[in-house]
């Protein structure tokens, strides 16, 4: 079955650890996405990469960052700069296409105190 | 003011009744999106729309370009459509989604 994993679904650390959040796609998919979503807001854009080995920043993304080294993964490290880190994180794919859809992981509920 | 607003936020309904969500967006597009989410997080893709009308099953989605809006439709609702409901738009000027803040509905037996 084709589709996007996150791993793990939920996640705890403590404040001023940084944490990996894994995103894999078996979609062939060349452009993948990961957005944060708090409660009562939409989802936010934080990094997104079109291609292997090239990223760009989205709408919020200090205390973030990624690596896209293989067409497969796209995987986001929260930083301890981060300053309100607890959040629910989605990563998405698609192809490179103006009007593609996007297809969504299962998210990450990311907890740190 | 929000590049796309949705309404209403949070919407009741008993089972069998006709549902509308409404989306309006104050920029220029070349697509429009409605997402579902489940309480367990997870997104679905329902339509995405250029112009004019989409039916699958019970829902229907329609686009006014012109008037810059949107609508979601679901027919006969059941319980199982309790879910949060997202309209995402791409911008003609990039490739980028911008979301709505969604609404939520609850469908009572």
């Known amino acids: 079955d084709g589709g996007i994993t996150q791993s793990p679904k939920y996640l705890f650390r403590k404040e001023g650890q940084n944490v990996t959040l894994s995103c894999e796609q078996n979609l062939n998919h060349d452009a993948m996405y990961w957005y944060r979503q708090d409660p009562g807001q939409g989802l936010r854009l934080i990094y997104y990469?079109?291609?292997?080995?090239?990223?760009q920043k989205g709408d919020i993304a200090e205390g973030y960052s990624v690596s896209r080294e293989k067409k497969e993964s796209f995987p986001l490290t929260v930083t301890s700069a981060q300053k309100n880190p607890t959040a629910f994180y989605l990563c998405a794919s698609s192809i490179v296409h103006r009007e593609s859809e996007q297809y969504f992981g299962p998210g990450t509920r990311l907890t740190v105190t | 003011k929000n590049e796309v607003e949705q309404s209403p936020q949070n919407l009741t309904a008993q089972e069998g009744e006709f549902i509308t969500i409404n989306c309006s967006y104050s920029?220029?597009?070349?697509?429009l999106h409605w997402l579902q989410q489940h309480p367990g997080g997870g997104i679905v893709s329902l339509f995405m729309?250029?112009?004019g009308k989409k039916k699958h099953g019970r829902l229907i989605a329609t686009i006014n370009i012109q008037e810059k809006h949107s609508s979601l439709h679901i027919t006969a609702s059941h319980p199982r459509d309790s879910a949060v409901y997202i309209c995402?738009?791409?911008?003609?000027?990039?490739?980028?989604?911008?979301f709505g803040e969604g609404t939520q509905l609850t469908v009572n037996p």
């Open positions: 995402a738009v791409r911008e003609t000027s990039g490739s980028r989604l911008t």
């Open positions: 729309l250029s112009s």
């Open positions: 990469s079109q291609i292997v080995n090239d990223f």
């Open positions: 920029v220029g597009i070349s697509a």
